[in-house]
C-alpha cells in the first residue's frame, strides 16, 4: 500500500457562486494529489509523458459529503491498495477540510497509454520498480 | 421518464496536452445539458436559485469510453428516470461524438438545499409540477 | 473589416462567488467568439492546426465595465480591423449583457507558429484568401 | 513599494493541446500571488469579503512572452507600485519559468466593492494600516 497527503488551498476561480468548490474542479485536487504522489515515488509525470506514456482516466467515482470553501486549505489523503498486472491503476482519495472533517472520497482509475500506436500499455518498468516496495507484504 | 440532448462544441481551453477533453472538464457539460432540461421544463435553474433553493452535487460516477477532442460537436442525452420523494434527483448522460460514438456514461445526483437554513429540502413545488407529467405511466 | 457576432450562455462553473463571469473566464469567450469567426470564413482552426499551424495569444488587454452573471446569454462581438503582413493578428471584443449593456472590451493579439520549427510563420494562405474580400477598400 | 514571489506548479487541467499554460488560466496565476500577499499582510482577502467587501477585477493587460509548461514551477513576482486614495489597485506581476527567463508580464487593475450597497469603496481602512509601512519613503 502507498499512501500520501497534498495540502492545496482552493482558488477563487475554481469555487462556484455557492462559494463551494464547484464539483468539477476536484478533478484538479485529485490530479495534484496524484501527480505529487508519483513525483515523490522518483519518476514525474511530466517526464513519464516525455518516455511515451500518457494516463488518461477512464473511470471516476466520487461523493461530495461537504462543500469546500475558498481560501480553505485542503487535505488530499491518497492511497493506492494495489499494483496489477493490467494496464490500470486506481487512486483512493479521501479529502479533509482545515477543521479535519472528511468532506469528500474518490475513486479514480487510469490506464496507461500510448499515443503513437493508440494502445493500452503496460505501467511503465521504471514507475513499476519504484512502486513495487511498498506492495511487498512483510512475512 | 424525461429525456433531453444538449449539443456542446468542445473548447481549446477545456482540452489538455493529450489533445482529449480534460477529465473534469466533462462536469461542466452535465451542468450545461441539466440546466438547459431544466430550463425546458419552463422553471431555469437560475430562477430557482433567485428563489431561495440550490442544488450542490452529492454524487457523481462516470465511466470514460473515448476521448472527446478540440472543436467537436458533441451529443449530451440526459435522462431523469424517476422523480422521488427524497430530496435528491439523479441525472443520467450519454455523451456521443459527431461520429455517433458512445463516448462517455455519467450519473450525477444533486440535492435540493436552502442556504439560508443550511438544510435539504424537497424539489420545489414550481419544478415538481412542470415536471410530474412526464412521469405518469399510461395505465 | 471583418465583425461577426458570438452568442454564449455563461456556465455556473464560470461564474465566481461574487456570481461574476470569473476574470479569467473571458478568455473562453475571446477564443469561442474568433473560433466561431474563423470557421465561417471556412477554414476551422481546429483544421489549421492539424495542417501544422498553432495560434499563441502573445497580448491581452481587458477592461471590465460591468459582471456578467450566471445564465446570461452574452453577445461577443468581433472584429479584426486590418490583415498585417507580419506574423500576428488581432480581434476586438465588444460584450453585451443581455440587457444590451457594453459589458467587457477586450483586444487579443495572437501570432501564427509552427510548432515543429518553434518560429512563427505568416498567416496561412489558405486563411488569407478567404479573409481577404472582407478588406478590400471600395475605390 | 511592496513585493513577493509566488511558486505555482503548473496543472495538466491548465494547460492546452499546444502544450501550453491556456492563456485564460494565468488570471489562476494573479490571483493566487495577489491572495499570498494580500494574507502576508495579515489580512486574508477571505476575511476581507466575510467583512463586506470584494475586490472585482477592472482591467487587465498582460504580455505572454513565452510559454510555461505543464508541471513546471513557475515563480510569479507580484509588487505593488503606490497606494492610492482612489478605490483602485493595480498589481504587476511577472512570471519567470524554472529556468530563469521571463515569460509573461501582466498588470492587473482591481477595485473594491460592497455588494450590499453595490459602490465602489476605499481600500478598507485594516488593509491600509497594514500596507501602508511599505510605501513611506525615508526621507
Known amino acids: 500500500m502507498l499512501k500520501t497527503e497534498a495540502f492545496i488551498r482552493i482558488r477563487y476561480g ?3 457562486q455557492m462559494g463551494f468548490l464547484y464539483y ?3 478533478a484538479l485536487m485529485y490530479e495534484v494529489a496524484r501527480a505529487e504522489m508519483i513525483r515523490d515515488s522518483g519518476y514525474a509525470y511530466s517526464q513519464m509523458e516525455k518516455d511515451g506514456t500518457v494516463m488518461p482516466v ?3 467515482n466520487a461523493k461530495f459529503l461537504k462543500p469546500a470553501r475558498y481560501d480553505e486549505l485542503i487535505k488530499v489523503e491518497t492511497t493506492i491498495l494495489e499494483l496489477l498486472a493490467h494496464p490500470f491503476i ?3 482519495h479521501k ?4 477543521a479535519g472533517d472528511l468532506i469528500h472520497k474518490a475513486d479514480v482509475t487510469l490506464t496507461f497509454y500510448n499515443p503513437l500506436t ?4 503496460p505501467m ?3 514507475l513499476r520498480k519504484l512502486l513495487e516496495p511498498y506492495f511487498i507484504d512483510a512475512p
Open 95 to 98: 479529502i479533509f477540510n482545515e
Open 124 to 126: 511503465p518498468e521504471r
Open 14 to 16: 475554481e469555487v462556484d
Open 90 to 92: 486506481t487512486f483512493h
Open 24 to 26: 468539477g474542479n476536484y
Open 58 to 60: 477512464v473511470k471516476m
Open 118 to 121: 493508440e494502445k493500452r500499455v
